[in-house]
């Protein structure tokens, strides 16, 4: 292996800008104030031009220059040597590294750096594909690519931002199950958790390629597709853990693009309520949605797979849902927006959340009111009643608040709004199903708390091992592990003692070499103007 050797980083270019700047704004105090927004504005410029020249020479040690080398149990000669621009969080950094490609033709060229690194998409270092991905998940690839702009270090494009994602959660997709069950092994539960509230939703987000499958389908005799057209629902889960004041400690969220029968959804529910009752058999299962009848049928087929039976859990449709029909039937009674009917509204409200009987107190009024109704005021409570009637075992609100648990699905209507409408559904967006999936996928586990812990998986599987198979010697530069294979011996550099060893000291030496060659002593500005 070769080992290239580069002068010292504090005679480079830039830590001679560094210093000058340093010594001329000194000199700016003895002829007065300067301006400070300058000042922190080009010192800013100089640190990420000096931190690139860094990043630079450590990505320049991870190279290989071998006869030959082994990656996955393939084995690849050298064929190019070529400068190569990759973006790090400093901004763009150019390296020379090799490229090597196995027997055969058409094989696709490797570049060892580019695996020891981790580079992502071969092109992102890992800092700057964290902090891309963490805002482009937040903000649209051109509002995150204006932001880095006025942050004023590393300046991705809006193309290169908008791949990213898809980049990360195909990685992510092939290992997704172990690696969720990975989170949770790392997680606990509060010591203070009494009750597990599960909850299902959805929201319709726009499909790029639904729009031409509605027309497909409404050209087929007696088919009526649902929903808004180029629209369809997009699933969200949570899982919450209460404590005995019905306080909510935590919450793990989901979301996942349109399929069938919400599938993937149901797997990854199943799955978060399996571990939390192994680690806490006593924990009160609640299923909390409001009156779906897909809601409460995605839940009980959950609860089917987990071997759990109607009495093990408590079911809860949201009041307000349940307020809403309240409202409904009241309008169709007395009229919308009469004082009759909102003080009528009130009264019944307060009687369905502190009544005993508050349910079948609105049951036994609505079905009063409706032998003096018709047409289609009728219509309209007739179908207010019904609800009632079907939903009325689970709007026991009166029993749910002494026992302390939830009876509003907030923090699902939430998910639903942060996780899918404030990304998915903005002016002129339309999805593809992994397009979109990835951005779910991060905000998922950036609103569970989970995305360091995911971003060291995420990271670690872009890396990889080289094994060189020639003779050579490895380079003292190496920051990472290389396995050395001569024939016949085998031998081993262990690099993490050579790199704990090379930057033992790297503060400490840092500023005493900085500081004797800018040689400046830092006065106050009062002592410089002689105040």
Not at 222 to 240: D, M
Not at 460 to 476: C, K
Request: net charge neutral; proline share 5%; glycine share 6%.
């Amino acid at each position: 292996m070769e080992v290239c050797h580069t002068p010292d980083i504090f005679e480079s270019p830039a830590a001679q800008r560094l210093r000058q700047f340093i010594r001329e704004r000194v000199q700016a105090w003895q002829s007065g104030t300067p301006e400070f927004e300058a000042f922190e504005r080009e010192l800013h410029e100089q640190m990420m031009v000096f931190e690139r020249e860094l990043v630079a020479e450590e990505l320049a040690r991870y190279d290989v220059a071998a006869e030959q080398i082994e990656v996955s149990g393939v084995r690849y000669q050298p064929v190019l040597t070529t400068p190569e621009t990759y973006l790090s969080a400093a901004g763009p950094v150019r390296v020379v590294r090799h490229l090597y490609r196995p027997a055969g033709r058409n094989a696709r060229s490797i570049c060892p750096l580019e695996l020891r690194v981790g580079m992502v998409a071969g092109y992102w270092t890992p800092r700057a594909a964290r902090l891309g991905a963490f805002v482009v998940a937040q903000l649209t690839p051109g509002e995150t690519a204006a932001l880095f702009q006025e942050l004023g270090a590393m300046c991705p494009s809006r193309s290169s931002l908008d791949r990213l994602p898809r980049d990360l959660s195909s990685h992510w997709e092939k290992r997704r199950e172990v690696w969720e069950d990975a989170l949770r092994a790392q997680e606990t539960i509060p010591a203070a958790a009494t009750t597990v509230a599960l909850s299902v939703d959805g929201v319709m987000a726009p499909m790029k390629a639904a729009a031409e499958q509605r027309q497909v389908k409404r050209a087929e005799a007696g088919k009526h597709a649902s929903g808004p057209t180029g629209y369809r629902e997009v699933g969200c889960g949570t899982v919450s853990l209460y404590d005995r004041q019905g306080e909510r400690l935590q919450t793990v969220r989901y979301a996942r693009m349109p399929e069938r029968n919400k599938v993937t959804l149901q797997t990854q529910l199943q799955a978060e309520l399996r571990a939390l009752v192994e680690l806490c058999p006593a924990l009160r299962q609640v299923h909390l949605a409001d009156g779906a009848e897909g809601n409460w049928t995605l839940l009980a087929e959950l609860a089917q797979a987990l071997g759990l039976s109607h009495d093990d859990i408590i079911e809860i449709v949201d009041f307000y849902h349940a307020c809403d029909h309240l409202k409904n039937g009241c309008d169709a009674i007395w009229g919308e927006s009469t004082p009759r009917g909102h003080a009528e509204f009130l009264r019944l409200k307060t009687l369905l959340k502190e009544d005993d009987q508050g349910a079948e107190r609105i049951i036994w009024a609505f079905k009063y009111q409706l032998t003096r109704l018709k047409g289609r005021r009728h219509q309209r409570l007739q179908a207010e009643l019904t609800y009632f009637r079907n939903q009325r075992a689970r709007m026991q609100y009166a029993e749910y608040q002494r026992l302390h648990l939830p009876i509003a699905s907030g923090v699902m209507e939430a998910a639903c709004q942060t996780l899918v409408t404030q990304r998915l559904k903005r002016s002129g967006m339309a999805w593809t199903p992994n397009g979109g999936q990835a951005i779910l996928t991060l905000r998922s586990l950036i609103q569970s708390h989970r995305w360091p812990t995911a971003w060291q998986l995420l990271s670690t599987d872009f890396r990889q091992t080289v094994i060189l198979r020639a003779g050579g010697h490895p380079s003292v530069a190496t920051a990472a592990p290389i396995s050395i294979v001569s024939s016949p011996p085998t031998g081993t550099l262990n690099a993490v003692d050579y790199a704990a060893s090379h930057w033992s000291h790297s503060a400490e030496h840092l500023y005493s070499q900085f500081q004797r060659c800018t040689h400046v002593t830092f006065k106050a500005p009062n002592e410089l103007c002689g105040i």
